[in-house]
């Protein structure tokens, strides 16, 4: 089974950026959907970025659209959040997670099986 470990927080001004990286160990890394997501203080998990397995299809929720960018390399099992014009409500420990092999991506994190520890970002006003 896939093992995640994501990486790249940390704290920075409103208006910059960071680029968080999620990397999966074991073989099937290439067959699984993917998902960021994130959870400020106080709030729910909010659904963030997910990319297919073959990163043919992408999207984004509503609140990031614009600014993240997700992507993934397959050959280094890593997957890839682009952040940009960071805001202060973008605050939250950010989670990669992985659907079942060859599932499509879905906003529902209810859907995804295996998730890393989270890694926190602060965004600074």
């Known amino acids: 089974q896939v093992q995640l470990a994501e990486s790249g927080g940390g704290l920075v001004q409103a208006g910059g950026s960071l680029r968080l990286s999620c990397v999966g160990s074991g073989r099937t890394f290439s067959t699984h959907a993917m998902g960021w997501f994130r959870q400020g203080p106080g709030k729910d998990r909010e659904f963030v970025a997910a990319i297919s397995w073959s990163g043919g299809n992408i999207f984004y929720g509503d609140s990031v659209k614009g600014r993240f960018t997700i992507s993934r390399d397959n050959a280094k099992n890593t997957v890839y959040l682009q952040m940009n014009s960071l805001k202060p409500e973008d605050t939250a420990v950010y989670y990669c997670?992985?659907?079942?092999?060859?599932?499509?991506?879905?906003?529902?994190?209810?859907?995804?099986?295996?998730w890393g520890q989270g890694t926190q970002v602060t965004v600074s006003s």
């Open positions: 997670a992985a659907r079942r092999p060859y599932n499509s991506p879905n906003y529902n994190s209810e859907t995804y099986d295996i």
